[in-house]
């Protein structure tokens, strides 16, 4: 079988109205089969505000106390992961739900105490990912990970896009695409740059073109290719993107 793409899915309204989860069970139909990565912040917000809860974030980062953890796994790991495999399926693909606590996939450190229940990934375990796609079956991966303890596993809130490259340099993909509601990264003219390398990247943020959240979107496709992955943020809502036109959007290599 040939080196997977892994696809992180991003942004509030992607799979509601585009053709991103019909793509995916395209490309597991003829073969192709990808690995799905998501996270759940807005929706996770959402529940945190209907129970009460604040939602605290640092430098964009979601602080996890011992109230937050329970809301974000169930939604990250159940209520999201379950629709995304299930709009997969009834796309006509065949879809499994993981989590990276499942067969401690994702195995994390906790490097900020402030910010509670926070984890960074420190190893990766794909055997039941890169068995499900041996099987045909697209897996589809939330971004909850675990601490490894001696006789209980903590669960701990992990950024997506840091777990998507982590997951992508385990199972040695071809490629991580971005799907995100943008075409992708522009200059300094408001035109779409096909390829950036990463000293590029980083003076588009440091001259002040990249700014808001374009830059979380550069700093994980750098962190992607770090670790050895090719990384590319396309247009989402673009039909059929992932089908005939991975040469759009921005290339990082």
């Known amino acids: 079988m040939s080196k997977p793409i892994v696809i992180k899915i991003g942004g509030s309204t992607l799979g509601s109205s585009d053709t991103s989860f019909q793509d995916i069970a395209a490309l597991g139909v003829r073969g192709e089969v990808p690995i799905v990565v998501h996270g759940g912040g807005a929706e996770a917000t959402k529940w945190l505000d209907q129970l009460g809860i ?10 996890t106390d011992e109230r937050v953890l329970p809301v974000v796994v169930a939604v990250f790991a159940g209520l999201v992961n379950k629709r995304i495999v299930t709009a997969i399926n009834a796309a006509g693909g065949r879809a499994v739900g993981l989590s990276g606590a ?3 996939l994702l195995e994390c450190a906790i490097r900020e105490p402030e910010m509670g229940f926070v984890g960074e990934p420190v190893r990766a375990n794909p055997d039941s990912v890169l068995a499900l796609r041996e099987a045909g079956i697209v897996p589809v991966i939330s971004s909850i990970g675990v601490v490894p303890g001696e006789t209980q596993d903590q669960l701990v809130n992990v950024n997506a896009d840091t777990v998507a490259g982590t997951i992508a340099a385990a199972v040695g993909a071809e490629r991580l695409v971005f799907l995100t509601d943008i075409d992708g990264v522009h200059g300094a003219d408001g035109s779409v740059i096909p390829h950036l390398s990463a000293i590029e990247a980083r003076k588009l943020i440091d001259d002040g073109v990249a700014s808001g959240g374009m830059i979380p979107k550069i700093e994980a496709c750098l962190h992607a290719v770090d670790l ?6 396309i247009d989402g809502r673009q039909p059929n993107i992932l089908v005939t036109g991975l040469d759009t959007g921005t290339r990082f290599d």
């Open 54 to 63: 604040e939602s605290r974030f640092e430098q964009g980062r979601r602080v």
């Open 228 to 233: 050895g992955v090719p990384a590319q943020v």
């Open 102 to 104: 499942d067969g401690r």
